[in-house]
């Protein structure tokens, strides 16, 4: 990933391009298939209603956040460097002055935030990987398995525990470099993950709630929607993909040339989209076959999958692999949230790589410690939107996220020149550049704005 820092235009790879390509499909798929879409995903669409959730989540993913994942990732093989450095050489390049650097110092803000409650999150799946092991979830039912999940996140010193574990293996692996072997385990573990989804599909479909959680999912009440849940439902579009923030404008600096941008951020918008629904379809049903409440918030997915593991022939050896998955889909997600930051940390304080990471992640983990506390010592907190994990996730995914998202659309569809979006987005698919350009200058920043303005009461 060495890269000369000449412009690039007419680049190619150092590396073999068939090979680099996979790499960096792996990479950004690894960024976005994570937590996002099994755990905040259904426990969103609980909160917030069902179906009118997911209808406005689905328009945003194709409307607002497949052209700026273009965008982003043409941004990013332009600039070659951390989004940051990226956003000033584009900046100066094109119109002569670095103030957009702002949109790529939101983007390492919200990265860092957000790494803070997902490493929290992250680290109650590891533990979940050995309560599966040592087969907790046989023989409970629906309140034993919600009890074990309060006894569990109330003890601040277990779940600030399996946090640390989390965040000590993310800082290890960014300090080595070492994301290359773990992206191609992106290529088994996201198919594996496919397949035992699927097997809780077969469970979901025969527990007697499945044209409910149909039905709850998929038949939009439009009645339910308020500002506040339409900008939900878009911050989640933006959080799931990892848009927003500059985690594919860094991998997008090391595209070949000759990458489909348009080809590949389809490819993956598709996939995380599909394994959201999927986690979907599997989670309702369960909920409404037990009679449990489908808002139960951040614990539903932990109090759910573990009843049918429960109830699985030979559930214990699957609820172990599941959550094991799931918890280096966290890790893959992770590396996508603290490699910005960490690149910026190194290119502007010339640190080396394995001092800007433990800065960086000693940072990090010191402000995930308010996340294991907003369960336990400060659940009860009213500041604002809530404890400080309310206020991490509403900040970074409702408002960080769609501002930056904002910005590089903003950037890449009425700053830069259309010779040079053209020139990196297949020229040979004439229609599809049209429709990005259309989606990238008008819809999504107004579609951004319009969401805004709606959430803080103007449209009253
Ligand atoms: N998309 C990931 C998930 O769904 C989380 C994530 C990784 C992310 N990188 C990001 C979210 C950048 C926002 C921005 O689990």
Redesign the pocket.
Known sequence: MANSGVTNSQRSSLHGNWSSKLAFILAVTG???????IW?FPYMVGMNGGGAFVVIYLVCVFVIGLPIMMSEIMLGRRGRRNPIATMRILGKEEVGHEKWVLAGIIGVF??FL?LSF?SVIAGWTLAYVFKAAANAFANTDATGISNMFDAFVGNPFVIGFWHTVFMTVTVFVVALGVEQGLEKAVQIMVPALLLLLLLLLGYAINSGGFMDGLRFLFQPDFSKLNGEIVLSAMGHA????????G?VMAYGAYLPQDASIVRISAAVVVADTLIALLAGLVIFPIVFANQLDPAEGPGLVFQILPLAFGQLAGGGLFGTLFFLLLSFA?LT?AI??MEPTVAWVIESFRLSRKTAAIVVGFIIWLLGILTVLSFSTLKDMKLFKGTPFDNFDYLASNIL?PLGGLMVAVFAGWIMCSDSSSDELDPAEGYIYRAWRLLTRFVAPAAVLIVFLHAIGVFE
């Not at 960024?31 to 879409?37: M, P």
């Not at 933006?238 to 923030?245: A, K, P, R």
């Open positions: 960024a976005a298939v994570g937590l996002g879409n905040k919200a990265g957000i997902y933006f959080f799931t993909l990892s848009v927003g923030m985690s966290a997600s996508s949230l996220l």
